[in-house]
């Protein structure tokens, strides 16, 4: 790792044009050691001081030795330390729950790709719930420019910078549909599969739509399923028809390599920060590593055996040394659907004030841990449409008077806890995207389904993948469930069985249903470290 962190050293400050000697690279190496992860933005704010106090700290020449370089560490160390100073004497990071920050979904922007310029530009102007065609089209639109750009950047996937027959080895430049007319041989495709008529599907991308043959198809590791986006290799047949050999997800991209391509664009929805605010949160990260989230789904409020166990676990936190920093309260909230038939509002609202007791009564965690509430699929709300807006203010102002910060948020929420970006949705998923599965998955890589499940959203960079006839979205906010840049972590609220799933980089994890199966997660989210628990 060292050695890796001293070439990068050496090649920035060669890059500025100045030339290290021993003792100032083992000094800059010391320095970047203090803010792992960040080695990059801690290098460029010395390279910046160097150069713009380069008289001051008595630079002479191109060739650096240890004075200057401590000089100027220990002046940005120093500036470190006084900022922290100041943010704990206002009160800006009194306690880690001061830095956690809930981005609701209808607040995140939306940025729309370019092709022509090839660049994200963010929406201005409202945005309608109730949005007309053109909306439903840039819905598609958009998510497929997301991943076809991020394809183009893939090295198997760009094309050849020279025609020359050694470059084309290993290469597989993706085509237009609209080329395979007329064309022999296989070709590489990408687009979105499409049902345009019935037990016909067809792959669409911006230039034409052609009917495929999925029945000789290798597929790789996810559900392939309607409405998903597809890279597929395979040949045109003579009735037409495009005959797919291979086929399987977008290659995808680390998020390093995707937040350099965005030009410091805000997808999360957290602010952009600059290079002195990352290390900062960076460093008080550090601190934190004993921060924990606790995250329930199917808190049962109307079910006196939920309401007890639920109880237990308060007492079993509440008698913790250092207590968590946020519960997470993810739905259903109620053991029966809130549906049109459903007719005892007036006793879930009570039975939310009973809840806010239960927690108040519990004075540790009253005082020094944040309670989230997210809904699920089948709370009340106007729609089963997502985003879902929070829980409705009539069922959760009992509970608010026992627990004034209480957050509820949308259905899927962010939240951001230093420089860490983590992603809530629950959605009972697994089950409807197997039933919309058009076929069996590979087991090449693991027959385990919710690791085809991470590996489809990851992929697609999106949420909920459903074909919007099984899950309907708001059209106009889309972009709510989008999964780019990837986040550190993904929490999946499910029905089904407890699992936990580290995945090219990314923390993802379900905490099961704590009301039918006792079951629930501790997550650290500073070491990205969880803990499956049960009662």
């Excluded at 690279?25 to 290098?43: K, P, V, W, Y």
């Excluded at 630079?59 to 030795?65: G, K, P, Q, W």
């Excluded at 890279?231 to 997800?249: D, K, P, R, S």
């Amino acid at each position: 790792m060292s050695s890796t962190v001293r070439k990068l050293i050496q090649k920035k400050f060669k890059i500025r044009g100045y030339t290290l000697k021993i003792d100032a690279l083992d000094q800059i190496l010391s320095f970047t050691n203090r803010f792992l992860g960040a080695e990059d933005e801690a290098l460029d704010l010395l390279l910046d001081h160097l150069q713009s106090q380069s008289q001051k700290l008595g630079v002479r020449s191109s060739i650096l030795d240890k004075e200057p370089v401590s000089r100027a560490i220990t002046a940005l160390l120093e500036a470190d330390d006084a900022v922290d100073e100041d943010f704990i004497a206002n009160g800006a990071v009194s306690s880690s729950t001061s830095a956690i920050r809930v981005i609701d979904a209808f607040l995140i922007p939306k940025f729309r790709y370019d092709p022509i310029k090839k660049q994200f530009h963010e929406h201005t102007g409202g945005l309608h719930i109730h949005g007309d065609a053109s909306a439903k089209a840039a819905l598609y639109k958009d998510r497929f420019l997301l991943l076809y750009q991020r394809v183009l950047r893939d090295s198997h996937f760009s094309k050849p910078a020279f025609h020359t027959e050694m470059s084309h080895y290993g290469s597989c430049e993706i085509a237009p549909i609209q080329s395979l007319v007329g064309q022999m041989g296989r070709r590489w495709v990408m687009g979105v599969i499409s049902q345009l008529e019935d037990g016909h599907f067809y792959l669409e991308d911006l230039t034409a739509s052609v009917e495929i043959d999925l029945s000789k198809a290798k597929v790789t590791t996810g559900f392939l399923s309607e409405n998903t986006i597809v890279v597929a290799e395979g040949e045109m047949l003579v009735n037409g028809i495009y005959q797919v050999i291979t086929c399987g997800f977008p290659p995808l991209e680390e998020r390093d390599k995707s937040l350099k391509s965005l030009a410091q664009h805000d997808f999360f929805g957290g602010g952009t920060l600059t290079k002195e605010e990352t290390l900062r949160l960076a460093e008080l990260e550090k601190r934190s590593l004993n921060d924990m989230f606790v995250i329930l789904s199917d808190i049962w409020v109307d079910s006196e055996e939920a309401m007890g166990k639920l109880e237990t676990v308060l007492d079993g936190f509440e008698s913790q040394e250092v207590v968590p920093s946020l519960f997470v309260f993810m739905g259903n909230f109620c053991s029966h659907p809130c549906n049109l038939s459903f007719h005892s509002f007036s006793s879930l609202r009570s039975q939310f004030g009973k809840l806010g007791q239960m927690i108040g009564a519990h004075q540790r965690l009253k005082e020094h841990s944040r309670f989230m509430f997210i809904p699920g699929p089948e709370d009340a709300g106007p729609s089963t449409v997502l985003p879902r807006c929070p829980l409705p203010k009539y069922l959760t102002e009992e509970l608010q008077k026992h627990i004034p910060n209480a957050i509820f948020a949308s259905n899927p929420c962010r939240v951001k806890f230093y420089t860490q970006e983590i992603v809530f949705f629950r959605h009972d998923l697994l089950y409807r995207m197997r039933r919309s599965c058009l076929m069996p998955p590979s087991t090449e890589e693991t027959d385990d389904p919710f690791e085809h499940l991470v590996a489809t959203i990851t992929h697609q960079s999106h949420l909920c993948p459903l074909p919007l006839i099984v899950q309907p979205i708001i059209w106009n906010y889309d972009h709510c469930l989008h999964l780019y840049p990837s986040p550190h972590t993904i929490v999946l609220g499910d029905r089904s069985e407890q699992k936990a799933f580290k995945y090219t980089g990314i923390t993802c994890f379900n905490p099961g249903s704590f009301s039918n199966d006792s079951t629930f997660v501790a997550y650290r989210p500073c070491t990205q470290e969880v803990e499956l628990s049960a009662l």
